[in-house]
Nanobody
Framework: QVQPVESGGGLVQAGGSLRLSCRPS????????MAWYRRAPGKQRELVAG???????NYVDSVKGRFTISRDGARNTAYLQMNSLKPEDTAVYYC?????????????????WGLGTQVTVSS
């Protein structure tokens, strides 16, 4: 079982911060690429941030300068630091993990997905 488990979501006021974590359960292998996606009510899923196996990152324009994706040295846990949160950041955030280098950020083609964690930002 290598399904990612997200944690760290919650309710925060606008301008506040949250740190999401993603850790595959039961895996002894290191993640390759991974990404954070979100789905807001009534909207399509969107890529928030991604990180490749060699550490390159990319972000959706709306979170640049506010969110930071990272991973630990052993590549077993990934994080999304979210600062200066806005009400429009309210969504369910999902972690997606690749092990076999066959991922696609645009299509969301990853080996495993987490069940999501709710982030709610109040105005």
């Amino acid at each position: 079982q290598v399904q990612p488990v997200e944690s760290g979501g919650g309710l925060v006021q606008a301008g506040g911060s949250l740190r999401l974590s993603c850790r595959p359960s039961g895996s002894i292998f290191s993640m390759n690429a991974m990404a954070w996606y979100r789905r807001a009510p009534g909207k399509q899923r969107e890529l928030v941030a991604g990180i490749t196996g060699d550490g390159r990152t990319n972000y959706v324009d709306s979170v640049k300068g506010r969110f930071t994706i990272s991973r630990d040295g052993a590549r077993n846990t990934a994080y999304l630091q979210m600062n200066s949160l806005k009400p429009e950041d309210t969504a369910v955030y999902y972690c997606a993990v690749d092990y076999y280098s066959d991922y696609d950020f645009l299509t969301g083609d990853f080996d495993y997905w987490g069940l999501g964690t709710q982030v709610t930002v109040s105005s």
